[in-house]
């Protein structure tokens, strides 16, 4: 097993740790962008902004686990651009972004909930329809971190792997 060699001596671990940083930072960039924009230009509120921040948190670890994972398995960029939004736009259809869970089936409610997406609008549902707190969105801020910790798991296992071919 051959060792890559680097221009300063850098562990894997501090790669990983800055593609994992560097991951989560645009998902939470993204995310700030949705939820602030609309608040100052349209005062959208969000519910209690403490479990609004969890939440959104929460959700950028998923996006970055999830990315991180994409991108230490597939071979080039264009693979990562299409896959990425294949499964990104394909999760969210079925997780209930595009059309209200509520119109759903009780099956596919049920197949909602394979994905974050359902977990979040769950949360979301409750920090706005049910007046809720950080309190009432703790389960489902206890499933987005464990896909959270899942993909992360996941995507540094495979990069690690790759930098140490």
Same mark, same amino acid.
């Given at each position: 097993?051959?060792?890559?060699?680097?221009?300063?001596?850098?562990?894997?671990?501090?790669?990983?740790?800055?593609?994992?940083?560097?991951?989560?930072?645009?998902?939470?960039?993204?995310?700030?962008?949705?939820?602030?924009?609309?608040?100052?230009?349209?005062?959208?509120?969000?519910?209690?902004?403490?479990?609004?921040?969890?939440?959104?948190?929460?959700? %950028?670890?998923?996006?970055?686990?999830?990315?991180?994972?994409?991108? %230490?398995?597939?071979?080039?960029?264009?693979?990562?651009?299409?896959?990425?939004?294949?499964?990104?736009?394909?999760?969210?259809? +079925?997780?209930?972004?595009?059309?209200? +869970?509520?119109?759903? %089936?009780?099956?596919?409610?049920?197949?909602?909930?394979?994905?974050?997406?359902?977990?979040?609008?769950?949360?979301?549902?409750?920090?706005?329809?049910?007046?809720?707190? +950080?309190?009432?969105?703790?389960?489902?801020?206890?499933?987005? +971190?464990?896909?959270?910790?899942?993909?992360?798991?996941?995507?540094?296992?495979?990069?690690?792997?790759?930098?140490?071919?």
């Amino acid at each position: 097993m051959s060792r890559r060699m680097y221009a300063a001596p850098v562990s894997s671990g501090t790669i990983l740790l800055g593609e994992a940083a560097g991951r989560v930072a645009v998902a939470l960039t993204q995310a700030l962008i949705i939820m602030v924009g609309p608040g100052l230009l349209f005062g959208v509120r969000w519910g209690d902004p403490l479990g609004a921040a969890a939440l959104v948190l929460a959700f %950028s670890l998923v996006g970055g686990g999830a990315a991180m994972l994409l991108g %230490s398995t597939l071979r080039t960029g264009q693979q990562a651009v299409s896959v990425g939004l294949l499964l990104g736009l394909g999760l969210a259809a +079925i997780g209930g972004t595009m059309a209200p +869970i509520d119109f759903f %089936s009780e099956t596919m409610r049920r197949l909602a909930h394979v994905t974050p997406h359902a977990w979040a609008l769950d949360g979301f549902a409750e920090l706005l329809r049910g007046d809720g707190t +950080i309190a009432d969105v703790l389960p489902q801020l206890g499933v987005l +971190i464990a896909f959270a910790a899942i993909l992360f798991a996941l995507g540094a296992w495979r990069l690690r792997a790759a930098l140490t071919r």
